[in-house]
Each structure stands twice: as C-alpha cells, then as structure tokens.
C-alpha cells in the first residue's frame, strides 16, 4: 500500500495508538512518511507518553503545537519540553522498556494474543454466540458477540425489546457491568448487534473472563429497563 501511495505522490500517515507493545514495529518496513503512537496503551507506559516519527526529508514541514526553549535546535529538540507539561511519563520509559527487555517482548505478545483468543472461545462457549471475526484476525482485543436478549425490556406495553440494538442499549449494559460486577470492558452495538470487547496483557488470568462470561449470564436472567 504504501508503494502504491507513493507512486501516485501521496504521502502516508499511520496512526499505530495500539500498535506499540502489541506489534513489532519497523519503520522501514511500513513505510510510512509520517507515525504515531503512544506508551500508555500495551506497553504499559504512564499516561502522556507516545512517539511521533516523521522521515528525514519530510521534517522540515512539520512543528510542534507548542514553540519552547528547543525551537530551532533540530527536530527532536523542538519537541522535548512543550510549556508545563507534566514531564514524568517520558522519565518512566527507560523503566518500562527495562521491563519488557527482562520479559521478553516476543514472550509477552504470545501471552497477550493466546489469552486473547481463549477469552474468546470461552465466552463464545459460555455465551452460545459467536466472534465479530475470525480468531486468527484478532491480536490482544477480541469482539464477542453478547446473548441476543441480554434481558432487555424497553417498556411494560412493549415487553422483551430484542433489537436492533444501539449506542444507548451498549452504554447501559456496560455502566451495569461496572457498576454493579466491577467489570470495565466497552460494549459496542455494531448492525444491530451487541459486543463486548475484551483485551488481554500479562497480568489477565482466564478468571478475569470467567467472572464477564458469569455476569453477563446473570444479567441475561434479568430485566434491563429503559424509558422511550
């Protein structure tokens, strides 16, 4: 793609916000002009952490939102201090990428992706439901489709409502997770349908999906009301 793209004189701009940690990353494998990332996400940084990569030839185009002491003393310094933000994040990298050397990045991404895709199956299992794809397409996050009725009540005249679902029905089933089961995973109404989008990294155990598939099976036994 990025072949093509150049070819035809358009530049390319990646945006990898979960690549980083996930993924091995080669910049001169992807080919892109431009790339983004950031730290807090699988790589387990603090928040306000991410890197920007820009090919040399193109550099001289791009500049910080915020001008500071490194204006004009080359690219990365332009961008090392930006004004009073919170400097800390950058400081915790070194620890972090120690931390991943001692593990073993390819070891840690094995552990993510299996855990993933078993979480997976498993709530397909419990659920009677199937994945939003195939498992093999999936990386540290999995889509799983959620019980039809999920107990859903949208009013007394109108009885069990069982679709088509949406952003409302999702956002109410995901507070009620939280809320009530202590569980945070985002719930996505997607052609009607709800998922739930689990995530796994190394401190995740096939307990923690255990505990979602149980709770969603108590809620299905339940009624979900909504006004409308």
């Known amino acids: 793609m990025a072949t093509q793209c150049h070819s035809r004189g358009v530049e390319i701009l990646v945006d990898g916000a979960h690549a980083l940690g996930a993924l091995p ?67 915790a990298l070194n620890t972090v990428l120690e931390f991943w050397q001692c593990c073993g990045p390819d070891k840690i991404r094995h552990y993510i992706t299996t855990t993933a895709r078993e979480a997976g199956e498993a709530l397909v299992k419990s659920w009677g439901t199937e994945l939003l794809a195939n498992s093999s397409m999936f990386g540290s996050m999995v889509l799983v489709a959620l019980p039809d009725a999920v107990g859903w009540t ?62 969603v099976n108590e809620i299905n036994t339940q009624k979900l009301s909504m006004s409308g």
């Open 154 to 215: 949208w009013s007394p005249e109108h009885g069990t409502f069982t679709g088509p679902f949406d952003y409302s029905h999702a956002e109410l089933l995901q507070d009620k997770l939280y809320h009530n089961h202590q569980i945070e995973a985002p719930v996505k109404a997607i052609q009607g349908r709800l998922y739930v989008r689990i995530s796994a990294h190394i401190y995740n155990t096939a307990q923690d999906y255990a505990k979602l598939a149980a709770a």
């Open 25 to 91: 990353i080669s910049m001169r494998d992807i080919g892109a002009d431009y790339y983004v990332s950031n730290a807090h996400k699988w790589l387990c940084n603090p928040k306000g952490c991410g890197f920007l990569y820009v090919r040399t030839s193109l550099q001289r185009k791009v500049r910080p939102l915020v001008v500071s002491h490194g204006y004009d003393s080359g690219f990365s310094s332009s961008y090392i201090w930006s004004g009073l933000k919170d400097y800390s994040p950058f400081l």
